[in-house]
C-alpha cells in the first residue's frame, strides 16, 4: 500500500468503526499503544510490554472490527498450544469483546469437526479460526487476511515465518502478522527481529489499560490492587512483568530456555527411535547422566536424569 492508500483506508476504517459500535452497542476507547495497534497496516506488528496492559485486548478488538467489516475475511488467532490460548486469549474474547456482537447475531462459534477447526463464523462470511501450533496442520492448510499470535514469544522464529506464509487471502488492503507478548530476554530471537526492522514493536504501559488508570492517569482501585502484587514481584520477574523490560534471568546459564517450548507430555517413545546417555563425572560437583532419545526429525528428547553429589561412580552403577 501506498502513504496516501493508508491514509485512505484509515479513514474509513475509523468511519466504519464507529458504524461498528453503533450498530452492536460496544464500546472500546484504546490508549496509546493500543490506538496503535488498531491503525497498523505492517506486514509484521508485535505491541510488547509488562502484564496487564490491554495487548491482547487491543488485538482482539480490532479483528472483530476488521472482521465485521470486510466480508468473506479470514483471521487465525494461534499461540503455541490450543489449552492455552484457551485458558487466555479467548477468555477476553468471550467477556470483553464478542458478547455484543454475538448478541445481535453477527457472529457465532463453531466447535469444529474431524476437518474443520474450531473457528467464530459471521453473518457476512468472515471467520475467526482458532488453534496452536502443536496442532499446526489443522490451521496451516488454508490461507488468511491476519493472523495474531499471542504470547509470541513462545514460539520459535521457524513457526513464526511458517506462519507468514499463509497470509494470502487478499480481502484486506493489507495482510498483517500481529503479536502481543510479555517481554523475554533480550536476546531473544523476536526482540532481535524488531531491532533489525523486520517486526515492528509497539511498546505498550500499564497506563494504556483503562481498567487501572483513569483518563487523568490516576490507579483506579483496581489498578492499585494489581500494580501493587506486580510491584511485589522480584528479580526477572520483575523486570518484565512490571518495567517491561527485556531482560535475562541472573545468573541464567541457557538464557534461550522457556517451558512453554521445552517441556511436553509425557509420551510413550517408539522403540525405534535412537537412544544414547549423556554422563558428566562428578562427586563435589554433580554427577549428571542423561538419557536420550531421539525421533524422525532429529529432535532430542530428554526422559530420564540422574543429578547427584556425594556418590561414588560404583554407588552411581
Known amino acids: 500500500m501506498t502513504t496516501l ?33 488498531i491503525d497498523s497496516t505492517d506486514s509484521e506488528v508485535l505491541i510488547a510490554g509488562p502484564a496487564g496492559t490491554g495487548k491482547s485486548r487491543a488485538c482482539l478488538e480490532k479483528i472483530l472490527r476488521l472482521s465485521l467489516e470486510h466480508p468473506s475475511m479470514r483471521t487465525l488467532i494461534v499461540r503455541k498450544t490450543l489449552t492455552s490460548l484457551t485458558a487466555s486469549g479467548m477468555v477476553t474474547w468471550k467477556r470483553d469483546v464478542v458478547p455484543e456482537a454475538e448478541a445481535a447475531g453477527l457472529v457465532w462459534y463453531y466447535g469444529g469437526s474431524s476437518v474443520v477447526p474450531a473457528q467464530w463464523k459471521f453473518k457476512n462470511g468472515s471467520s475467526i479460526v482458532i488453534g496452536g501450533m502443536d496442532r499446526s496442520m489443522r490451521v496451516m492448510s488454508t490461507d488468511y487476511d491476519l493472523i ?8 520459535t522464529e521457524d513457526d513464526w515465518e511458517a506462519l507468514s506464509t499463509r497470509l494470502r487471502s487478499g480481502i484486506l488492503p493489507y495482510q498483517q502478522l500481529l503479536a502481543d507478548c510479555n517481554p523475554s530476554h533480550e536476546a ?3 526482540k532481535r527481529r524488531c531491532d533489525a526492522g523486520k517486526t515492528r514493536m509497539l511498546p505498550s504501559i500499564h497506563e494504556n489499560n483503562p481498567t487501572l488508570y483513569d483518563d487523568d492517569s490516576v490507579l483506579t482501585g483496581l489498578g492499585a490492587a494489581y500494580i501493587g502484587r506486580l510491584d511485589a514481584l522480584t528479580g526477572v520477574r520483575y523486570q518484565r512483568l512490571r518495567l517491561g523490560r527485556w531482560s535475562s534471568a541472573e545468573g541464567a546459564i541457557y538464557e534461550q530456555w522457556n517451558p512453554a517450548i521445552h517441556l511436553v507430555n509425557t509420551f510413550t517413545i517408539p522403540d525405534d527411535w535412537e537412544r544414547f546417555w549423556s554422563v558428566d563425572f562428578g562427586f563435589t560437583n554433580p554427577f549428571v547422566a542423561q538419557c536420550w532419545a531421539i525421533d524422525g526429525d532429529g529432535r532430542m528428547y530428554l ?10 561412580v560404583a554407588e552411581h552403577a
Open 5 to 37: 492508500d493508508r491514509l485512505h483506508y484509515l479513514h474509513e476504517l475509523q468511519t466504519r468503526v464507529k458504524i461498528t459500535a453503533e450498530s452492536t452497542g460496544h464500546v472500546y476507547i484504546p490508549r496509546g499503544a493500543c490506538t496503535d495497534v
Open 148 to 155: 495474531f499470535v499471542q504470547e509470541a514469544t513462545e514460539l
Open 188 to 190: 531473544h530471537w523476536l
Open 303 to 312: 526422559y530420564r536424569e540422574w543429578y547427584m553429589t556425594g556418590r561414588t
